[in-house]
């Protein structure tokens, strides 16, 4: 059974523009979200994360918004660049104290 | 080393060949990870290490796939009898905080011919 789902499953998105993928998670128990970027041919690569006690967390052009009441929380991504062009992973570990669980993916396209 | 090193890069391998991977992570990281990505999908969990005990075998997809950490440093993924289906990249990650803040090696590209 699918721990976190992931949308969209792709997206392009104009230079300049804002880039927002969500994520949808089932335990309540999970204490740890992050997102990870992933380039072709090289292996993920940790973005941001946040942990429930805050509804967002901002780290220059990447901002983290969680919803706990409705077990969601996205990805915004402001004045995208070609350079953001990649595959973007949310997580969260299968159950309490476990190894992290992955969504299918969101591929970016960013063009000019 | 400055990142997690994984050997080889690319491997191609027949049929019903043993194959071994392995996975050097970053000093000082007591807790190591494999994942498998399929074309196109997120990393599936295989099994995971804290120091040389391995805690969690769940995602291992058959009693072909065998991990080991002898010593609580490099890991070595091992497929007997290989598949067409195991063809994947394998990745390997540790942490030194536990479960969180995985980082990442390269992978190494399985093809089963």
């Known amino acids: 059974q699918q721990q976190v789902k992931q949308s969209p499953q792709s997206l392009i998105v104009q230079k300049g523009g804002i880039s927002i993928i969500n994520c949808a998670y089932e335990?309540?128990?999970?204490?740890?979200f992050p997102w990870y970027q992933q380039f072709p041919g090289k292996g993920p690569a940790l973005l941001i994360a946040?942990?429930?006690?805050?509804s967002e967390k901002k780290e220059g052009r990447f901002t983290i918004s969680f919803n706990k009441s409705a077990k969601q929380f996205s990805l915004h991504i402001m004045d995208s660049q070609p350079g953001d062009s990649a595959t973007y992973f949310c997580?969260?570990?299968?159950?309490?104290?476990?190894?992290?669980?992955f969504g299918k993916g969101t591929r970016l396209s960013v063009i000019a | 080393g400055a990142g997690v090193s994984q050997s080889p890069r690319y491997k191609v391998a027949k049929r019903g060949q043993d194959v071994a991977l392995r996975c050097d992570p970053i000093s000082g990281h007591v807790s190591l990870f494999w994942y498998q990505q399929a074309l196109g999908q997120g990393p599936e969990f295989l099994t995971y290490?804290?120091?040389?005990?391995?805690?969690?075998k769940s995602g291992l997809p058959s009693d072909r796939f065998f991990a080991e950490r002898p010593e609580g440093s490099v890991s070595t993924l091992k497929i007997q009898r290989t598949q067409q289906e195991d063809s994947a990249v394998y990745l390997c990650a540790s942490s030194f905080e536990g479960l969180r803040g995985y980082t990442f090696g390269s992978g190494t590209r399985l093809t089963v011919v």
């Open positions: 335990n309540t128990a999970f204490d740890y």
């Open positions: 946040i942990r429930p006690d805050v």
């Open positions: 290490f804290q120091n040389e005990a391995q805690l969690d």
């Open positions: 997580a969260a570990p299968h159950s309490g104290n476990t190894p992290l669980v």
